[in-house]
């Protein structure tokens, strides 16, 4: 392409070629860095603050459950509450992030699940837990896949996958950052708010989960309005990008949509009938099964840890999510390098289900080869989400693209219900976590192989 017949580069290629053969970053590669530097951040810092108030109820589960005298079953079935709530919403919410724009839908579902979560603190019944985790879910519902469409908003195609692990890095660390803080909190703060509140205060008495629903909502309900001035829709209001950079961002994402449209063009109707569209839910559904009955669990199940100090679970919980945090970035830059996905489905879940298996073999042999097992096995089911969320993109535009989003993620993410749920009724049902391990590993094992036709929505 020639510029005023003077700069002559192809989007595709990383550098704009001058006459006197010097070399600099095209428009849209430079466009795509500065969006990389100050987007991904951003959602990054959102997604970790939505997380934190996702999986904040595992740090919390003992003396939650102790305090409430709820059973493994049901402390399980309400964890996963949440993904029916989410189920539910997920469609209608990311069609309307796509009609009202992604600044004013996300700061609203921000702005509900703060308050939603923050309402956790009162819970006292059964009843009121499964309901405060249905309607935590109904809040969030089109966060991620809002997110996800948002992302090729910005980013084309060969920047995908690196895009989303580094934007869902927040998902591991979450755990990494939530779980000190969360400790913190309930072992301090209700101390320092006994002796330092009146004793007729409501708050002075207020345990250590109460305390940590409460404090961990408040980021979330601050960042609703960060969010209505820091974000930006689309390219072409972006007055952080030269106008150049903004047409020939634009003109990437334009040029691969004409192309997806010419070989596909499906309708949103059409997209959900697509065979393709069900194999990536059940993809998805699978890595769900293993991944939230793996996060709502483990600080749990490290507690029975034989040789380990015990007192402090969470402390060990955090290693397994540091090892997934490096697989994510690694395997996702290395996806894009290759413009590879399906192999990088495949192979990152097949070692973590053989990890989860040992895991599951050193339980009450090496406490400490069981840790180093289930940080392998952790980094497997997080690892996969870049190479996997490029390939909707693959043969869906438009709406068809913000409603199959929605519903792979959605019916997908049911797999977070059954997870959590079928691992504490095995515990209930044999008073051992290693049936609920063995069904998360052929959970995960199942995702790689199934993984393996992707291949085909490659071309």
């Not at 600044?103 to 499964?130: C, D, E, L, P």
């Not at 008495?205 to 909502?217: D, M, P, S, T």
């Not at 209505?228 to 990008?241: C, G």
């Not at 495949?346 to 599951?360: D, K, W």
Request: aromatic content about 14%; proline content about 5%.
């Amino acid at each position: 392409m020639t510029h005023h017949g003077i700069v002559h580069y192809n989007w595709r290629a990383e550098r704009v070629r001058h006459p006197g053969g010097t070399m600099e970053p095209s428009p849209a590669d430079s466009a795509v860095r500065k969006v990389a530097k100050r987007v991904l951040p951003f959602l990054f810092i959102l997604y970790l603050s939505a997380f934190i108030d996702r999986v904040n109820l595992s740090f919390a589960a003992v003396n939650f459950r102790h305090d409430l005298s709820f059973s493994n079953q049901a402390f399980g079935a309400g964890a996963g509450m949440f993904f029916i709530g989410y189920f539910l919403f997920e469609i209608p919410s990311n069609l309307a992030l796509e009609r009202t724009g992604a600044r004013k839908w996300i700061a609203r579902i921000m702005f509900t699940w703060a308050i939603i979560s923050g309402a956790m603190m009162f819970v006292h019944t059964i009843n009121q837990f499964y309901l405060c985790r249905f309607m935590l879910g109904v809040a969030e519902a089109g966060f991620f896949p809002g997110m996800i469409l948002y992302l090729t908003y910005w980013f084309p195609a060969l920047h995908r996958a690196r895009a989303v692990s580094r934007f869902m890095l927040a998902s591991p660390l979450a755990s990494v950052v939530g779980s000190p803080m969360s400790l913190a909190i309930m072992r301090y703060v209700p101390n320092l708010a006994h002796s330092a509140l009146p004793g007729t205060s409501v708050f002075a008495n207020l345990k250590g989960w109460q305390w940590l629903f409460f404090i961990e909502a408040i980021p979330s309900f601050l960042l609703a309005f960060v969010v209505l001035v820091y974000l930006t829709d689309r390219p072409e209001q972006a007055h952080w990008l030269t106008t150049e950079e903004q047409n020939a961002l634009n003109g990437v994402l334009a040029e691969e949509r004409a192309h997806t449209e010419s070989k596909h063009n499906l309708n949103l109707w059409q997209a959900f009938r697509d065979p393709r569209v069900w194999l990536l839910t059940l993809i998805y559904f699978t890595m769900n099964v293993g991944n939230y009955g793996l996060d709502f669990w483990l600080p749990t199940i490290l507690k029975e840890f034989k040789g380990i100090d015990t007192s402090k679970p969470n402390i060990y919980s955090m290693l397994p999510y540091i090892a997934a945090a490096i697989g994510m970035v690694l395997i996702g830059s290395h996806s894009d390098k290759k413009n590879e996905r399906a192999l990088h489905i495949l192979y990152p879940c097949l070692v973590s289900g053989v990890a989860m298996i040992g895991f599951a073999w050193f339980q009450g042999k090496s406490p400490y080869g069981a840790l180093l097992c289930i940080s392998i096995a952790a980094i497997g089911p997080r690892a996969i989400l870049g190479p996997f969320w490029t390939l909707p993109p693959r043969f869906l535009t438009g709406t068809a693209m913000a409603g199959s989003i929605a519903f792979i993620n959605s019916v997908g993410n049911l797999g977070g219900f059954f997870g959590p749920t079928a691992l504490g009724a095995l515990k209930d049902h044999t008073g051992s976590f290693i049936p609920g391990i063995m069904l998360l590993a052929t959970a995960i094992i199942a995702t790689g192989l199934l993984g393996l036709s992707a291949r085909k929505l490659e071309v």
